[in-house]
């Protein structure tokens, strides 16, 4: 059984930062697409980061968060400095073993998802 598990979610104040951590089990993702998708109150998920040959953000992320993986610990992150209440969200972590179909960036493309975590950045 595959399993997605987010950590490292909190409270924090605008301005700092924050390292989510998906630890994957039962699969490889090796050599498949990790991401990380978010959803705020009222709103639709939408995407954040992912990573499969290289890295691909939403520009909302640009230049603020860092998505890595480490392939040993099937394990992927999402570094996020610079942090806005507007980044308040529910994150959730997704994964998939297909091959690429240019569908990296959508829900859609991923086929496990983690339980999300809370990040919640106060003004």
């Known amino acids: 059984q595959v399993q997605l598990v987010e950590s490292g979610g909190g409270l924090v104040q605008a301005g700092g930062s924050l390292r989510l951590s998906c630890a994957a089990s039962?699969?490889?993702?090796?050599?498949?697409?990790m991401g990380w998708f978010r959803q705020a109150p009222g709103k639709e998920r939408e995407f954040v980061a992912k990573?499969?040959?290289?890295?691909v953000y939403a520009d909302s992320a640009k230049g603020r968060f860092t998505i890595s993986r480490d392939n040993a610990k099937n394990t992927v992150y999402l570094q996020m400095n610079s942090l806005k209440p507007e980044d308040t969200a529910v994150y959730y972590c997704?994964?998939?073993?297909?091959?690429?179909?240019?569908?990296?960036?959508?829900?859609?493309?991923?086929?496990?998802w983690g339980q999300g975590t809370q990040v919640t950045v106060s003004s």
């Open positions: 997704a994964a998939t073993d297909r091959y690429y179909t240019g569908t990296d960036n959508l829900m859609r493309g991923y086929n496990y």
């Open positions: 990573i499969r040959y290289s890295a």
């Open positions: 039962g699969r490889t993702f090796s050599t498949g697409a």
